[in-house]
Every structure is written in structure tokens, then in C-alpha cells.
């Protein structure tokens, strides 16, 4: 997964993110994503696992399998 830079993650769209408010769980790529939903199931700090499957499915829309 490619590391993103503080300025990289301050330009992405809020629609990149999961949680856009909070600007949690960036989804910009599909390797970020990927670890979105792998991180969800553990942090029950910003919501629950279920919203970041969603958000990823809509996102990529079948590219990346959701279990």
C-alpha cells in the first residue's frame, strides 16, 4: 500500500473517504481500501464494519470483493 504524505491525504476528496466528516479510512486506491476493510472489523472507534464495506462497495463497485 502505497503511503500517502499529509498534503496527499489534505487533497483528496471527501468522497475518498469513509467517513468524510471525520475524513477516516481513506479509500482512494484499492490497496487503501483493502485495508480499510481489514482495520474496520478491529477499530469500533469511528462506526461499524458494516458502513465501511458499504462505502468501499459503492466505491468500486465489484472490483474489489466484500465479504
Same mark, same amino acid.
Given at each position: 500500500?502505497?503511503? $500517502?504524505?499529509?498534503?496527499?491525504?489534505? /487533497? $483528496?476528496? /471527501?468522497?475518498?473517504?469513509? &467517513?468524510? /466528516?471525520?475524513?477516516?479510512?481513506? %479509500?482512494?486506491?484499492?490497496?487503501?481500501?483493502?485495508? @480499510?476493510?481489514?482495520? @474496520?472489523?478491529?477499530?469500533?472507534? &469511528? *462506526?461499524?464494519? @458494516?458502513?465501511?464495506? @458499504?462505502?468501499?462497495?459503492?466505491?468500486?463497485? *465489484?472490483? %474489489?470483493?466484500?465479504?
Amino acid at each position: 500500500m502505497a503511503r $500517502l504524505t499529509a498534503a496527499q491525504r489534505r /487533497a $483528496l476528496p /471527501a468522497s475518498a473517504f469513509v &467517513y468524510p /466528516a471525520q475524513r477516516k479510512y481513506p %479509500i482512494n486506491d484499492a490497496s487503501h481500501a483493502r485495508n @480499510a476493510l481489514a482495520r @474496520a472489523a478491529v477499530a469500533q472507534n &469511528y *462506526g461499524s464494519a @458494516a458502513t465501511v464495506k @458499504a462505502a468501499v462497495k459503492r466505491r468500486y463497485k *465489484g472490483k %474489489i470483493k466484500v465479504q
